[in-house]
């Protein structure tokens, strides 16, 4: 790893979003974590709230509002990076999850998601095997306002939450 990232403060921030459409969630199936809901990285001069437009158009074929802010997660690990940043290592990640609603749009699959659908909560919950995406799924469950923070170190055989609050 290069020493300036490891002394640096430098972070990825990435915004997610767990969609409603009436009483279904939209879900994606990544090549990298199965099914999860949609959401990526934030590009640089871009506002967190239109990259989390973006990304869930761009991963699904659906237009979102965001109707509330659920929680703010940090992997604390860094990671090595794939495809295009294959060798690399990456810096560690902060991602800021929102509860959305439906707009528009239609169902289509795209170079990050092999598939797409719209799933009962139950089903979802089910669906999502990855530790870290589960409990921020969970959290977005949640009323409005309860805000979640949870720091974990996740490596490609484990995650290990270090702290959770709710405010």
Known sequence: MDNWMSEFPVHFVSAAGVVFKEDKVLLIRSDRRGWEFPGGLVENG????D???REIQEESGI???PDFFTGLYQNVVFKQGYGPLEGMTLPTTVNLVFRCRYIGGVETV???SREVGWFSVEDARNMITQTYLKKEFEDALGDRGALHFDTFKRTPDS???LN????
Do not use: P, Q, R
Not at 46 to 49: G, I, N, R
Not at 164 to 167: G, K, N, T, V, W
């Open 159 to 161: 995650t290990e939450f």
């Open 51 to 53: 990259a989390l437009k």
């Open 110 to 112: 795209s170079d990050e």
């Open 63 to 65: 237009i979102v509002e």
């Open 46 to 49: 871009e506002s967190v709230l």
């Open 164 to 167: 959770s609050s709710i405010l």
